[in-house]
């Protein structure tokens, strides 16, 4: 409907991960909900597109800068009241660049092995005489040579032959791993919304040193069998490890007593590491940097070790179809509990009165309709620029890549994560996510990566130095390398007379080529979570960041309890949802408040693991 009900408790303006959270939240404990997205789509900029979804996308940000302004009447005010334009400087993405690395269509020799005419004619005239034992014989070969040919033909990819499966992508905008006992995945448990989405564990870690790709061990038998340690350094890192484990659990540890002022290397040094040991523990344990502090260095090793061995055995899950799929659950518990939803429709302007003295946002204007509401919680995108006055200029530097095989070919599909170290001391980690067909992320033969980083220059400059290491750029000029390695032969190296489950890949052989990069996009979008977003609004506005530069979900998940406990200082924070078959309702009646039926707290303490295969 165009004409919305115009009271609200709460109107959400924006669909991202913070603002969803607190539509459900505020849904949940029995508020008039109202949220709104000018987009067409949910997540904004934490959501996920097919390939064709994805061009549509870009169009959109280029264009946005020439969007018609919509028209707003001071017939809708009051006395005393005035209007802001809704819109800011962060709601475009910039710097955006998309590149093919393969031909718009495969040359006739590329579809794969065809039989001559001389060929063909032989064969017919053999047919004709041969026994029926040949004849088999025949068939089997030819068989074999269809195989073959199907199997040169999945190796090829086209511009074309790619857009035709546009449906099979699910690529993310912002793209984040679940810490097995973070906040969020403790959220989606308690709260009952982890039965709307479906998760795998990450399969592993890996890090960059000595010029090659590592296994970074995430559990003590791993520590123990790896040969990339040696029997000294495995004691000194267990050591190092439990110390940083227990420091939480005993409130007098003086272990890390002078070091809160300096940095997390300044710490690992005093400890004599090798730089070896050091590589794995700054970089890809603790997912940190030279200027990393030291207690939040210290924070970040506790958080990866304590969600170890829950689900997997790595700390993290990836949510199947993508990052941009947990948004929606927290809008689909909205929905259930009464809140409206309206895509495709912005907020024009904010009404600001004055009360006491004070500015008070008394609703907003979407279309020709005036909206009054209690509180009003906006993304960053869609704020007036005179909220954000102390907003910073920082952005995050994003790389998705669609590429032929793994970085690091396995004996089955991996679900990676890498932290790419810096070039140098000041530099900044590369954060690059690989998910492979097993997530829907992509059709079969493909894999998508994710890079990730902090924007110094441009993305394309920032990620330069981890694409070119990690992946083979130059374009495929209507040939595909035939000189390489690719994840198929491995695959057919091992169904040949070998036992997968129980073969082996050598080191040299898995790391004998690169990916080849199929198509790039870069583009920077702005990051706004080291700012205070409540320096310039009034009190009943609440502002929320968009994605943040960490690997997880932990910012957002803070950011919108904060936000809730300003609302409603006295109310619990998503209470967990009924299941549809609790749902009791009065006889003859209209439905009200659904209550728990029959339901312990044991049985909730059991409810212990996202829903959906973890592998």
């Given at each position: 409907m165009d004409d919305l009900p115009s009271e609200y408790d709460v109107i959400v303006i924006g669909t991202g991960m913070t603002e969803s959270i607190l539509a459900a939240a505020a849904s949940r404990i029995g508020k008039r909900v109202l949220h709104l997205?000018?987009?067409?789509?949910?997540?904004?900029?934490?959501a996920a597109f097919n390939f064709d979804g994805l061009q549509k996308w870009l169009g959109e940000c280029q264009n946005k800068a020439n969007e018609l302004e919509h028209e707003t009447t001071d017939n809708l005010l009051k006395e005393g009241e005035s209007l802001i334009k809704a819109g800011s400087q962060f709601a475009t993405v910039f710097n955006i660049e998309e590149k093919w690395y393969i031909p718009q269509e495969l040359l006739e020799k590329d579809s794969g092995p065809q039989p001559s005419?001389?060929?063909?004619?032989?064969e017919e005239g053999q047919a004709k005489g041969d026994q029926e034992g040949d004849l088999?014989?025949?068939?089997?070969?030819?068989?074999?040579?269809?195989?073959?040919?199907?199997?040169?033909?999945?190796?090829?990819?086209?511009?074309?032959?790619?857009?035709?499966?546009?449906?099979?992508?699910n690529l993310d905008l912002a793209p984040k791993l679940l810490y097995s006992r973070g906040s969020l995945v403790e959220l989606l448990i308690s709260s009952n919304i982890a039965r709307y989405a479906e998760f795998r564990s990450v399969s592993r870690v890996l890090t960059y040193i000595n010029d090659k790709l590592e296994t970074v061990p995430c559990s003590r038998a791993d520590v123990f069998s790896t040969k990339e340690i040696s029997v000294v350094e495995k004691r000194m890192l267990m050591k190092l490890l439990t110390l940083c484990h227990e420091y939480a659990k005993d409130p007098d540890n003086k272990e890390f007593?002078?070091?809160?002022?300096?940095?997390?290397?300044?710490?690992?040094?005093?400890k004599k590491l090798t730089p070896n040991l050091l590589h794995y523990v700054l970089y890809a344990i603790a997912m940190s940097t030279h200027k990393t502090p030291c207690m939040e260095g210290v924070e970040r090793t506790q958080r990866f070790l304590t969600s170890l061995g829950r689900y997997g055995n790595t700390p993290f899950l990836w949510p199947m179809y993508g990052s941009g799929e947990l948004p929606?659950?927290?809008?689909?518990?909205?929905?259930?509990?009464?809140?409206?939803?309206?895509?495709?429709?912005?907020?024009?302007?904010?009404?600001?009165?004055?009360?006491?003295?004070?500015?008070?946002?008394?609703?907003?204007?979407?279309?020709?309709?005036?909206?009054?509401?209690?509180?009003?919680?906006?993304?960053?995108?869609?704020?007036?620029?005179?909220?954000?006055?102390?907003?910073?200029?920082?952005?995050?530097?994003?790389?998705?890549?669609?590429?032929?095989?793994?970085?690091?070919?396995?004996?089955?599909?991996?679900?990676?994560?890498?932290?790419?170290?810096?070039?140098d001391a000041n530099g900044e980690l590369v954060t690059v996510i690989e998910v492979g067909p097993s997530t829907n992320a992509c059709p079969q033969g493909l894999y998508v990566v994710h890079m990730t980083c902090r924007q110094v220059k441009s993305a394309r400059e920032d990620l330069a130095v981890a694409v070119s290491t990690l992946l083979h750029t130059e374009p495929c000029e209507g040939t595909y390398r035939s000189d390489t390695l690719s994840q198929?032969?491995?695959?057919?190296?091992?169904?040949?007379?070998?036992?997968?489950?129980?073969a082996e890949i050598s080191q040299s052989e898995s790391q004998a080529v690169k990916p080849q990069l199929l198509w790039s996009l870069y583009f920077n979008c702005p990051e706004t979570s080291s700012c205070d977003l409540s320096a310039d609004v009034p009190s009943n506005v609440h502002l929320c960041s968009g994605p943040d530069l960490?690997?997880?979900?932990?910012?957002?998940?803070?950011?919108?309890?904060?936000?809730?406990?300003?609302?409603?200082?006295?109310?619990?924070?998503?209470?967990?949802?009924?299941?549809?078959?609790?749902?009791v309702l009065d006889d003859?009646?209209?439905?009200?408040?659904?209550?728990?039926?029959?339901?312990?707290?044991?049985?909730?303490?059991?409810?212990?693991?996202?829903s959906g295969d973890t592998e």
């Open positions: 997205d000018s987009n067409e789509y949910y997540g904004g900029m934490w005419k001389d060929t063909q004619t032989e088999e014989k025949g068939e089997k070969e030819s068989a074999e040579s269809e195989k073959e040919k199907d199997s040169t033909q999945s190796k090829c990819w086209s511009q074309n032959k790619l857009k035709t499966l546009y449906r099979k992508f007593q002078g070091f809160e002022d300096k940095t997390f290397v300044e710490y690992l040094d005093s929606q659950c927290f809008c689909r518990l909205c929905a259930v509990f009464g809140g409206v939803y309206h895509l495709k429709r912005a907020a024009n302007s904010v009404i600001i009165s004055q009360q006491g003295g004070e500015p008070h946002c008394a609703g907003i204007v979407s279309g020709s309709q005036r909206l009054s509401t209690e509180h009003l919680v906006m993304a960053v995108s869609d704020a007036p620029k005179t909220f954000l006055q102390s907003a910073p200029t920082g952005g995050l530097s994003r790389g998705i890549f669609l590429t032929d095989r793994s970085m690091l070919a396995g004996n089955k599909e991996m679900l990676t994560l890498l932290q790419f170290p810096p070039q198929a032969t491995l695959t057919h190296k091992l169904e040949d007379g070998t036992d997968v489950e129980g960490d690997l997880d979900f932990e910012f957002a998940v803070k950011q919108a309890k904060e936000i809730f406990k300003k609302m409603y200082p006295d109310c619990e924070f998503l209470p967990r949802a009924p299941d549809p078959e609790e749902i003859d009646s209209e439905p009200g408040p659904a209550f728990i039926d029959n339901k312990t707290e044991s049985d909730h303490d059991k409810q212990d693991i996202p």
